[in-house]
C-alpha cells in the first residue's frame, strides 16, 4: 500500500487526462493561427532568478538542491522563465509572439482544496506596447474561452498604472501602501476609511483611494468617473491607455467588458493593463493576464511585453466529460495473426482504435471481443 | 440563483429578517428546521447554513456567492474574498486577556487562542517570540490551569473574563459581522449581488444611525 501521499498532485486517468489534452489542442491550434508560436522553457531554473524586487511570492516555491548544493526552483510561473528566455535567446528588439503550455509548480495551502501542480497555457507577445496588441491578447483570451464553448462569460479590465500613479501622490511608506493594497484588492470600504482616517492625506488624494474599490463596473461609467479624480499625467495617461485598449477591443470581441480599477497588481511586475476573465458559477477566474514593461529588463534587455495564462487543470474541471472512441478488438489465430495485424495497420491510419489479441490474450473486461481466429472471417474483415 | 452562507444563530436570524423585509420571502425557514439549505419564493436567493469557521472556505471557492461572518474569523483565515460591508451586527473585540498583572512585552510568551494565526501575527508585528496552543474552547482556562501566560479571544461584555479573574490586558481590534462576496460572483452576478448590499447597506445604516 502506498502511504505518504503528497498533498496537493492528483493522477490523471485516461478520460481526465484525455479532457486535458484536448483542451490543451484546441487552445494550442488557436495560439499559433494567431502566430504564438509554442516555445518550452526548463522545469526548474535557479532560485536567483527569482530574487528581485517586485518577483513572485518565493515561499510558496517548491526547491530542490542539486548535487553541487546549489538552490532551484521547480517552475513556480511561466512569465518570469519565459521573458528570461527571450532577453537571452533574442537580442534584438523586435517584435516576438509566443505561446506555452507547462506544468507550474506551487506549494498549495493545506486544507483548501488546491493543487500544487498544474497545467498552464498562455501567450506572451513581446516588443510591442500598443493598446492594439493589449486589445489582442485580451481578444486571445476570450477566443479560448469560447473555443472551448463555454457561455456566459465576462471579461474585467483594470490599469497598474492608475493606482501606481496615485501612490506617487501620497509618498505613503511601503508598509502603508501593502496594508492599502489588501483593502483596495478585497474591496473592503470599512477598513480602507478607518484606516485612512487615522493617516494625514491630501484630501483629493483620500478621495479617490475610497473611490477605487467600488470604480468597476461598464466602461463609459468607469472612465468618466476615474478621469475626475485624477491627480497627475500618470493617472491621466493609464485611463486614456485604457480607453484605446476598450475601442479596439469592441471591434474584435462579443463577450461583456467591464472595468474595474480596484485591481491591483498582485504580481507585482505589471506595470499597464491587467485582465481577467470569468465564467458564471466557476469560483476562481479562468484568464489572467496583463502588460508587464519592466521584467525583461531584469535580464539584461528592456523590452515592453503582454500576455495571459489560463490553468487548462481548472478549465478541463468545468467542461463535459471528453468522450473516448470506442476501440475495436480483435482475436486472431497464429492462422490469421499476419493478415489480422496487416488488416489492423490499415484501420488504424484510416483513424479506428484496433486492438489485437493472442490466442492466449486475456480480454478487456468492458469490451466485446471479436473473433478471427478462422482465416475465412478474418478476410472478410 | 444568488447562495448565502452563514452560521444559524443570532446573526442569521437578523439577516433573514432583513431579507424578508425587504420582500425576500422563506417559506421552509424556521429557527427549528434541521434542513440546510432553505430558497425564497422567487428563486432569487437560497440560504445554507455552515459553521461559522467554514464560511469564508465557501465564499472563496464558489460554493457560495456570499457569506455573512465575523471580522474575528477573517482575520483567522484571510480568504481571497470581497469583504463589501461592515454589517455592524454582533459587535465585539478581539482582546489580549489574563491575570491584571501580566506583562505581555515580553518574549516567549505562551498564548491560548482558538486565533492562532491572528495572534502570532499581531505579536510577530511587535517583534516578540510567541509560543501559541491552539485551544478549541473555554479559552479562558488556560491561563487559570497554568498552561499559557494570556489569551486571545473575543471579549463582548467582559463578564465571563471576570468571573474567572482575568482582564483585557489589550484590545487588538473590533469585530462586527461582515459582508463577503465571491470575486468571480461580484462581476458574474452584478445585478442580484449588487441590490443584496445595498439592501444590507440601507437596513445597517437604519439600524446604527450614528455610525
Known amino acids: 500500500m502506498v502511504k505518504n501521499f503528497p498533498d496537493g498532485v492528483r493522477d490523471l486517468t485516461s478520460e481526465d487526462y484525455q479532457q486535458v489534452e484536448e483542451t490543451a489542442t484546441t487552445i494550442r ?33 517548491l526547491k530542490c538542491i542539486d548535487t553541487s548544493g546549489r538552490v532551484l526552483v521547480l517552475r513556480p510561473d511561466a512569465t518570469v522563465p519565459l521573458a528570461r528566455m527571450v532577453a537571452m535567446n533574442y537580442p534584438q528588439n523586435e517584435s516576438l509572439r509566443f505561446s506555452y503550455q507547462t506544468t507550474i509548480f506551487r506549494q498549495a495551502e493545506a486544507g483548501l482544496g488546491d493543487l500544487s501542480e498544474w497545467n498552464q497555457a498562455g501567450i506572451e507577445a513581446f516588443g510591442d506596447e500598443s493598446p492594439e496588441v493589449d486589445a489582442e491578447v485580451v481578444s486571445i483570451g476570450v477566443e479560448a474561452l469560447l473555443a472551448l464553448e463555454l457561455d456566459n462569460l465576462h471579461f474585467d479590465l483594470g490599469h ?17 501602501e501593502k496594508e492599502l493594497l489588501g483593502y483596495i484588492e478585497s474591496k473592503n470600504l470599512p477598513e480602507l476609511q478607518r484606516t485612512i482616517r487615522t493617516w494625514d492625506l491630501p484630501d483629493n488624494g483620500a478621495r479617490a483611494l475610497l473611490r477605487l474599490p467600488q470604480l468597476y463596473g461598464t466602461p463609459e461609467d468607469v472612465i ?58 466557476a469560483g476562481s477566474a479562468l484568464v489572467s493576464g496583463g502588460r508587464y514593461n519592466d521584467l525583461s529588463s531584469q535580464f539584461g534587455l528592456s523590452r515592453p511585453a503582454c500576455g495571459f495564462g489560463l490553468n487548462l487543470s481548472y478549465l478541463s474541471t468545468l467542461l463535459p466529460k471528453a468522450v473516448a472512441q470506442t476501440p475495436v478488438v480483435v482475436r486472431y489465430s497464429n492462422e490469421t495473426r499476419k ?29 466485446e471481443v471479436l473473433d478471427l481466429r478462422n482465416l475465412e472471417e478474418a478476410q472478410k474483415w | 440563483m444568488v447562495k448565502i452562507a452563514l452560521a444559524k444563530g443570532r446573526l442569521a436570524e437578523t439577516a433573514i429578517d432583513i431579507l424578508q423585509a425587504s420582500g425576500y420571502v422563506f417559506p421552509d425557514y424556521s429557527k427549528k428546521s ?44 484571510e480568504p481571497d474574498v470581497y ?17 491584571p498583572e501580566t506583562k505581555i512585552r515580553r518574549q516567549q510568551l505562551v498564548i491560548g487562542s482558538k486565533y492562532p494565526n ?35 479571544d473575543i471579549v463582548e461584555s467582559g463578564k465571563t473574563l471576570k468571573e474567572n479573574g482575568l482582564v483585557v490586558l489589550e484590545e487588538m481590534h473590533p ?25 444590507l447597506r440601507k437596513e445597517t445604516l437604519n439600524r446604527y444611525e450614528d455610525c
Open chain 2, 118 to 152: 491572528v495572534a502570532k501575527k499581531y505579536f510577530q508585528k511587535q517583534g516578540i517570540k510567541t509560543e501559541i496552543l491552539h485551544l478549541n474552547g473555554s479559552v479562558e482556562l488556560a491561563p487559570i490551569m497554568g498552561l499559557s501566560d494570556v489569551i486571545v
Open chain 1, 339 to 367: 493478415l489480422v495485424c496487416k488488416k489492423a495497420k490499415e484501420k488504424r491510419q484510416n483513424g479506428s482504435i484496433v486492438i489485437t489479441l493472442s490466442e492466449s490474450a486475456t480480454s478487456p473486461t468492458d469490451q
Open chain 1, 224 to 281: 468618466e468617473e476615474a478621469k475626475s479624480l485624477c491627480l497627475n499625467a500618470q493617472m491621466n495617461d493609464a485611463i486614456q491607455n485604457l480607453t484605446q485598449v476598450v475601442e479596439n477591443l469592441k471591434d474584435l470581441i462579443d463577450v461583456p467588458l467591464q472595468l474595474d480599477l480596484g485591481f491591483t497588481n498582485r504580481m507585482h511586475y505589471y506595470t499597464g493593463l491587467i485582465f481577467k476573465g470569468y465564467m458564471q458559477n
Open chain 2, 34 to 77: 434541521r434542513k440546510l439549505v432553505f430558497e425564497d419564493e422567487s428563486k432569487t436567493i437560497g440560504l445554507t447554513f455552515v459553521k461559522s469557521m467554514d464560511v469564508p472556505i465557501y465564499v472563496e471557492k464558489g460554493a457560495a456567492d456570499v457569506g455573512i461572518v465575523g471580522k474575528d474569523i477573517l482575520m483567522e483565515i
Open chain 1, 160 to 176: 497598474a498604472g492608475y493606482l501606481a500613479g496615485l501612490f506617487e501622490e501620497l509618498s505613503l511608506t511601503e508598509a502603508q
Open chain 1, 29 to 61: 491550434h488557436l495560439f499559433q493561427s494567431y502566430g504564438y508560436r509554442s516555445v518550452q522553457t526548463p522545469s526548474f531554473e535557479a532560485y536567483d532568478l527569482y530574487h528581485f524586487p517586485g518577483a513572485p511570492d518565493r515561499n510558496a516555491m
Open chain 2, 175 to 199: 469585530i462586527s459581522a461582515r459582508l463577503i462576496v465571491n470575486k468571480v460572483s461580484l462581476k458574474t452576478k452584478g445585478t442580484i449581488v449588487e441590490s443584496l448590499i445595498e439592501t
Open chain 2, 83 to 99: 469583504e463589501m460591508l461592515d454589517l455592524k451586527m454582533g459587535a465585539c473585540r478581539i482582546c489580549v486577556a489574563g491575570f
